[in-house]
């Protein structure tokens, strides 16, 4: 069973950590993983930088750039990844955009993740229908999830859509943004949270974009399965490095 | 073989809608009405008569006498910088704002390199009167002051975009996230023929009223309306992909697409896509472009701010793939001598992108009795700074 699909199972509020790869050093990627991993985090998303990333706000702009700026490649990330299953047993997704995929080849991709023990995908630049015509098939061939986002926006028809073509878990955006752009929730979003939960999917929800601190975390987190901070966490990393994950990771949940 | 787009929006292998599930709602309520809010009578008869009254259209047809007689060809050149702002750019900006205006959009918003397509877009919302927000690299502030004054004046908010490289690519990623953090009262006025589907047919169809002229214009002229070729210079490649457009079909014209080799095709300095990019994903679109082995979008080099862009529409990717339309790169010394060429055979200051097509007859050879259509998309006046900086005037 994909360990992805085995902690949503457990019954509890998931908390998931987006960071990018190669930063602030090239070589942290590892250590993060397992301190994230010490700290009780449950799932963890590990960004592929990419030299123009639409969806993200100035944080993870940042910390892209200065990964490439690194010397971080696809090539040296799963370099990096090659032995971290020995340490490391939480699920692992890459989140990135489509274009550094297909220059590796998507299959070749696709390849390395399972052989490095990633569990699934999140390429938000990649469409539903582009995926399921021509690489739904790659990803189920390696035992990789494919998981696809709904924002506020998205229609209640799309999202049965999405649904269906997802196997494990629907990242549900809070609100009309880009990635770390949230002054914390208002009823909007709580309506939103609520509607969602109130359609039954068969996929499990975990809400991303504007969480930050435990208030916002309880609030996407009352109707649904979890959540996922990405640009917080990224700015403690700048500002206290290493040391700072444990206690960041509780003042959360 | 079928150069437009078909039902699922691709060129051959090229185009698509590769957007983040935020985009999906804008770009498919304007995919499901485009063609619907084109083909409506009421549409066509507001844009034509804006073509007509404000841009000042058609525009001429004009025979290069002294021009052709240097080359030993019978040379045309397609006015469009004589359009209202002094570019082809207007033409899309005055059917994507009454797009809007159907489309119940209050807000609008633009990416511009050089300023033009930033100009052309303040013009329309002055026009019209919608709120205008043009993103706008800071280097290309920096070196674009007038335009970027012009756009104040028109009452347009000018927004530095800080990421990147600071130019083109990067106003173009700012309006995109700003598109994301307000998807319900904006539309984007996209300035090429680049970006998701339904974006490069839709800004093409706005272009096609070039080559619509242009046939009219030749059968007076030479009672044929087909030339033996129609040459136009390839950024983004709108202006391009108007000139082509009602040619696309007929073999017997010969498309000439030509791009900036900056310093030169091996430089490192250079926007000559089809022979450095590789097929990608850019801004949406599924095209070539310029980027490291490791899937990261380079930055180009052209003198010509409007040819800076690391990409192609996926429309010229497809015709440089296939083999339908012939692809020449022309250096930033070979567009600039070409540009004081026309100045002083034709009484007309070309703007720089244009000075790129003008320069392939220095190279490439035309029979005497060949008839050639190119299209000068704009004027000098943007660039007399660099002219006076190049030539020390």
């Not at chain 1, 990096?80 to 955009?97: E, H, W």
């Not at chain 1, 991303?208 to 309880?218: A, E, L, P, R, Y």
């Not at chain 2, 070409?338 to 055979?345: D, S, T, W």
């Not at chain 2, 035309?366 to 943007?382: A, C, E, Q, T």
Request: with cysteine.
């Amino acid at each position: 069973m994909n360990r992805i699909k085995n902690t949503l199972s457990e019954n509890k509020k998931l908390l998931s950590i987006y960071f990018t790869a190669g930063y602030p050093k090239l070589d942290d990627t590892i250590e993060i993983l397992q301190q994230l991993e010490k700290s009780g985090v449950d799932l963890i998303e590990i960004g592929l930088p990419f030299s123009d990333p639409l969806a993200d706000g100035p944080t993870i702009q940042a910390s892209s750039q200065e990964s490439l700026e690194n010397g971080m490649t696809t090539d040296l990330l799963f370099q990096q990844l090659k032995d971290v299953r020995n340490t490391v047993s939480i699920p692992l997704i890459i989140m990135g955009y489509f274009n550094p995929v297909l220059q590796f080849g998507v299959e070749n991709f696709c390849k390395k993740c399972a052989e490095v023990g990633i569990d699934g995908l999140i390429l938000p630049d990649l469409p539903l229908a582009e995926y399921e015509e021509h690489y739904a098939k790659i990803f189920k061939k390696y035992g990789l999830l494919n998981i696809f986002l709904i924002t506020p926006q998205t229609s209640k028809e799309r999202i049965r859509q999405i649904d269906t073509a997802s196997k494990g878990f629907i990242y549900m955006v809070s609100s009309a943004s880009v990635t770390g752009s949230s002054d914390g929730f208002g009823k909007e979003q709580e309506n939103y949270f609520e509607r969602i939960a109130s359609l039954k999917l068969n996929n499990p929800l975990i809400v991303g974009f504007g969480i930050q601190d435990s208030k916002t975390f309880s609030q996407a987190t009352l109707h649904t399965n979890g959540a996922i901070i990405g640009s917080a966490f990224i700015k403690m990393l700048s500002e206290k490095g290493f040391a700072g994950i444990s206690s960041f990771i509780k003042s959360i949940r | 073989m079928n150069y437009n787009v078909n039902e699922k929006g691709y060129y051959g292998e090229f185009g698509g809608a590769y957007i983040p599930e935020m985009l999906y709602p804008n770009v498919e309520e304007l995919r499901q009405n485009y063609l619907k809010v084109m083909a409506e009578e009421s549409f066509q008869k507001e844009f034509r008569e804006l073509l007509k009254d404000y841009v000042g259209r058609p525009t001429p047809l004009y025979f290069a006498k002294r021009l052709s007689e240097k080359y030993n060809t019978k040379i045309y050149l397609k006015r469009e910088d004589l359009c209202h702002t002094g570019a082809h750019k207007v033409n899309n900006t005055i059917g994507q704002i009454l797009m809007a205006k159907r489309l119940g959009k209050t807000r609008i918003i633009a990416e511009t390199g050089a300023g033009q397509h930033g100009v052309a877009t303040a013009t329309v919302c002055a026009l019209m009167g919608l709120e205008c927000i043009v993103f706008m690299g800071e280097v290309d502030i920096k070196r674009q002051a007038p335009n970027v004054a012009r756009m104040k004046m028109l009452g347009a908010k000018v927004v530095p975009a800080k990421s990147g490289s600071k130019t083109l690519k990067d106003a173009t990623n700012e309006a995109i996230r700003d598109w994301i953090n307000n998807p319900v009262d904006t539309h984007y006025i996209i300035g090429s023929v680049v970006g998701p589907h339904p974006y490069p047919d839709m800004v093409a169809r706005f272009q096609s009223v070039i080559s619509e002229e242009i046939k009219t214009q030749l059968k007076e002229k030479e009672s044929r309306e087909n030339p033996d070729f129609v040459v136009a210079c390839v950024g983004g490649g709108s202006n391009a992909a108007g000139a082509f457009y009602h040619y696309l079909e007929t073999p017997e014209v010969g498309i000439i697409a030509v791009e900036a080799a900056g310093k030169g095709i091996d430089s490192g300095e250079s926007a000559a896509t089809s022979a450095l990019g590789k097929v990608g994903i850019i801004h949406g679109s599924k095209t070539l472009l310029m980027q490291t082995a490791d899937g990261q979008i380079t930055e180009p080099h052209s003198i010509s701010a409007g040819l800076d862009y690391p990409g192609v529409g996926p429309m010229h990717a497809n015709l440089f793939a296939s083999g339908r339309g012939e692809f020449i790169s022309i250096t930033d010394d070979e567009a600039m001598e070409a540009g004081l060429e026309l100045c002083k055979l034709e009484g007309i200051i070309p703007a720089i992108e244009s000075s790129h097509a003008l320069a392939i007859f220095e190279t490439r050879k035309f029979k005497k009795d060949d008839v050639i259509v190119v299209n000068l998309s704009g004027r000098g006046d943007k660039d007399l700074d660099t002219y006076i900086k190049y030539f020390n005037l």
